[in-house]
């Protein structure tokens, strides 16, 4: 019913910068609140940002709390993250996900996964 395609991940030096986006297919992408999570190898799932359906509202892990911005434009049906200062502690899997309505970010909360990118940041 829904799929979630994430791009832009590849690798990168510390200090830099990367743009990743999520196509989400449909036409319902506006109605969903919308975040990103990424997971490094021998560590947990860790919430990175979401954004709200208008795009009026956003809100960070504090890892990546003014460094990384999250956005949307619902008539391209796309969500981005964009990183910035980079790190090597940055380096996992990112993965897009649809939230529910109530925007919570507990991962039996979340609707839809994207298959992930993989984001390798250099020392």
């Known amino acids: 019913q829904v799929q979630l395609v994430e791009s832009g991940g590849g690798l990168v030096q510390a200090g830099g910068s990367l743009r990743l986006s999520c196509l989400a297919s449909?036409?319902?992408?506006?109605?969903?609140?919308m975040g990103w999570f990424r997971q490094a190898p021998g560590k947990e799932r860790e919430f990175v940002a979401k954004?709200?359906?208008?795009?009026?509202?956003?809100y960070y892990g504090d890892s990546v709390k003014g460094r990384f911005t999250i956005s949307r434009v619902n008539a391209k049906n796309t969500v981005y993250l964009q990183m910035a200062s980079l790190k090597p502690e940055d380096t996992a899997v990112y993965y897009c996900a649809s939230l529910g309505f109530s925007g919570s970010i507990r991962f039996e909360d979340v609707r839809y996964w994207g298959q992930g990118t993989q984001v390798t940041v250099s020392s």
């Open positions: 954004i709200n359906r208008s795009g009026s509202n956003t």
């Open positions: 449909g036409r319902t992408f506006s109605n969903y609140p």
